[in-house]
């Protein structure tokens, strides 16, 4: 439902499955209107909605041509989505875990009880879901990033002083170098010197230009984040990421402004109600989403959107600029008198899907509306008022108009410089050059069936296998037995006057089980289903039948398997709906916010497909980084600085408060300086021990002085020994002969 004030956000009209006319041709076309709306409303099975003043069709009035085009749209649009119908309320159910009501009146064992529904679809749906929100919702960390452009350009009057400031240091070393050598540089010389200035004073801009490039992206992240918390985009993304996970397309709508109130608080501390239009994203439900027969995404051909908005919304648009007060006023007094309100054949299903009773699904008080996005001819937006910005009347105007019943309640030219839409679209197994993508349920529907058919086989034989089945000749009874009154250790009369043979009276069979075979092939489809959706059962923590998922190794290996399939689920989002969304918000910023500090050159990156990769090791690494720098050689390399800088990022990960455990830059440096300035005074305990330290390293030098003079005499002994020795060898002359 569409708030108040509601400007780039729309409104859908009712049923019109007439085909596409030219506008001379409106009369007819106004009577097969109310034709295919009344057996739309039939379809529906929905009896009040046919009879009655509240369930008729009010017989519009002539429609202008703006009005016609948007309803020969919506009947083109709407032809092309009819085959989807059916895909839709499959998914649906699927997720809810029921059986459409053609397969209830199929099923041979209805007698035995309600059909087995095993929801293996839902299952798959719910932990891709789970998965995807913990990699595009993470705690602390936001899944987008604006990233400052690498090479800045320098504007004008930044370029100018460079150019005088290189021209002023050229002069100032020539007159240097004169001075000193006496020599004047030529003029060729003169140039190539301030060319070389030049570059070195422009480098120097540049380098302070990327910082403030960086400082001016980080404060507009946090300007655009804080717009995504007001406007509720994490809401939308978790809703988003459920649609996704459903059916076989989702869209997510935003950002587009709507009115709002919030809270804000004055300094004296009282509280002040601010009035003023707010970004805001939504999830667009598949079912209201009326995409071109062959649109790829919500940017090509005519969208639209069909919603339901109230009386008092419709109201509150009176005062809103681009609504047309003259069509709000008709639309309420027609739909006072029983009009605009008429239903697809889906809505039925759809809502008792969603869980809402007959009641709920049909109120009185809303309108049925048409948002149209696409190209008008400039004639036609003329005729309808629509001057401002319509040049040629020939030439096409891409437009945001809201269309309900005959009367265009708004039209204005789309205000985004590159004319793109609000919405925005990804799918679970995109098909190329299609809207429409395959979702889990489409890629293992006959699975799905399959262990739905083994489950009701199964029930069947279970309950046929459960205990014996009891044959009783009635003809051997006894007058005034009951057959069906039987009960243990009862004695049962028996009168064989009547019986024709003398076979047993009673006979008991028993059926064979199949479970342990209806077991294997349950299981084998539902491994079948884990290979065609890349959605593994151990994502939920589920083991898997060889056994790999029960070690911590074994279990962090499969998950790492099963990201690679996230992976390209994740990647689907990022570019198609992250990366959009995020770039038309900072574009929006660029453009209005009068804040000129957060103003910069940046591009948006999606960090949901990094995350996949990354996420389940990044602990792990930071961690044994941490340890293999904890060394004297590296601490030398990066210093108590850069070791800081890897401890807060340690802590960041483990969602520790690193702001009270680490000191701040200034206060390491200034725990540094006071080290190396003060020199600590030494206690009197390590003054005894210093010089009981003293004392002994004197005695040991002494020791080792007195062994080596020991030493040094005994050498010179045994020398002097060896002398006297050869002395007198020969003193007494050679030996005798």
């Not at 008022?385 to 009347?393: L, M, R, S």
């Amino acid at each position: 439902m569409s708030a108040p004030g509601d400007v780039i956000a729309g409104l859908a009209p009712p049923q019109d499955n007439a085909p596409a006319r030219n506008p001379a041709a409106w009369p007819y076309r106004r009577a097969r209107v109310a034709e295919d709306t009344g057996r739309d409303r039939d379809a529906a099975g929905d009896g009040d909605s046919g009879s009655g003043a509240e369930g008729r069709q009010a017989a519009p009035e002539a429609l202008s041509a703006l009005a016609g085009y948007i309803r020969s749209s919506w009947s083109r649009n709407k032809r092309a989505r009819d085959v989807m119908e059916e895909r839709l309320l499959a998914c649906l159910r699927a997720r809810r875990g029921v059986y459409a009501q053609s397969e209830l009146g199929q099923m041979w064992t209805a007698d035995a009880g309600e059909p087995i529904y095993l929801p293996l679809t839902a299952g798959k749906m719910r932990a891709a879901e789970a998965a995807l929100r913990e990699l595009l919702l993470p705690d602390g960390e936001r899944p987008w990033g604006l990233d400052p452009s690498p090479l800045p350009e320098l504007p004008p009057e930044v370029m100018a002083p460079i150019e005088q400031q290189a021209g002023v240091l050229a002069r100032q070393q020539m007159e240097q170098l004169a001075a000193q050598t006496g020599q004047v540089l030529r003029l060729d010389q003169f140039q190539r010197l301030s060319v070389r200035l030049r570059e070195q004073v422009q480098d120097q801009a540049l380098a302070a230009l990327r910082e403030e490039a960086k400082a001016r992206a980080a404060r507009m992240e946090d300007v655009i984040e804080e717009r995504m918390e007001r406007g509720g985009y994490y809401k939308a993304i978790a809703e988003f990421v459920q649609h996704f996970c459903t059916f076989p397309a989702a869209v997510l709508k935003g950002p587009y402004l709507r009115s709002g109130k919030r809270l804000s608080w004055r300094h004296s501390g009282e509280p002040d109600v601010v009035s003023a239009p707010e970004l805001c994203w939504t999830a667009v439900s598949p079912f209201d989403c009326y995409p071109a027969p062959e649109a790829e995404s919500c940017q090509d051909g005519d969208f639209i959107e069909r919603i339901r908005m109230s009386r008092a919304d419709l109201y509150q648009c009176i005062a809103t600029p681009g609504y047309s007060e003259r069509a709000i006023r008709n639309v309420l007094a027609t739909h006072q008198s029983g009009g605009l309100r008429t239903w697809l054949w889906t809505d039925a299903e759809r809502k008792a899907l969603e869980g809402a009773t007959h009641d709920t699904w049909i109120p009185d008080y809303l309108v049925d509306a048409l948002h149209f996005w696409g190209s008008v001819e400039g004639r036609v937006l003329i005729e309808n008022g629509v001057t401002e910005g319509v040049g040629d009347p020939l030439a096409y105007y891409e437009v945001d108009a809201v269309l309900i019943g005959s009367e265009v309640i708004r039209c204005e030219i789309n205000d985004d410089p590159l004319g793109r839409r609000p919405y925005h679209n990804a799918s679970f197994d995109p098909v190329p050059g299609a809207f429409w993508g395959n979702s889990i349920y489409d890629l293992m529907r006959d699975c799905q069936a399959m262990v739905n058919a083994c489950a009701r086989a199964l029930n069947a034989n279970l309950g046929l296998a459960s205990g014996p089945i009891m044959g009783i000749d009635l003809a051997q009874l006894a007058a005034g037995q009951d057959p069906k009154a039987l009960r243990p250790l009862q004695i049962i009369q028996l009168d064989r006057s009547r019986a024709q043979s003398a076979s047993a009276p009673i006979e008991w069979y028993q059926a064979d089980s199949r479970a342990a075979e209806l077991l294997s092939i349950i299981a084998q489809f539902e491994q079948k289903a884990d290979d065609l959706t890349g959605l593994p059962r151990y994502l939920n923590g589920v083991q898997d039948g060889s056994g790999a998922a029960g070690t911590a190794s074994g279990l962090s290996m499969l998950m790492g398997s099963a990201a690679k399939g996230l992976q390209r689920a994740v990647a689907n989002i990022d570019r198609g709906v992250i990366g959009r969304t995020v770039e038309a918000a900072y574009v929006h910023e660029m453009l209005y916010n009068r804040d000129e500090t957060i103003k910069g050159d940046c591009t948006v990156s999606a960090r949901g497909a990094s995350a996949v990769l990354i996420k389940e090791h990044l602990q792990q690494t930071r961690t044994q980084f941490l340890a293999m720098t904890a060394n004297p050689v590296d601490m030398q390399i990066i210093g108590m600085k850069g070791r800081r800088a890897i401890l807060a990022e340690v802590a960041k990960t483990l969602q520790m408060p690193a702001g009270d455990i680490l000191p701040s830059e200034q206060e390491l440096q200034a725990q540094q300086d006071s080290r190396q300035q003060v020199t600590p005074k030494p206690t009197p305990d390590a003054v005894v021990r210093a010089q009981t330290d003293e004392k002994k390293i004197a005695s040991n030098e002494r020791i080792v002085s007195a062994r080596i003079a020991g030493a040094l005499a005994r050498e010179h002994l045994i020398r002097r020994g060896k002398h006297a020795e050869t002395d007198a060898g020969t003193l007494q002359g050679p030996p005798p002969a």
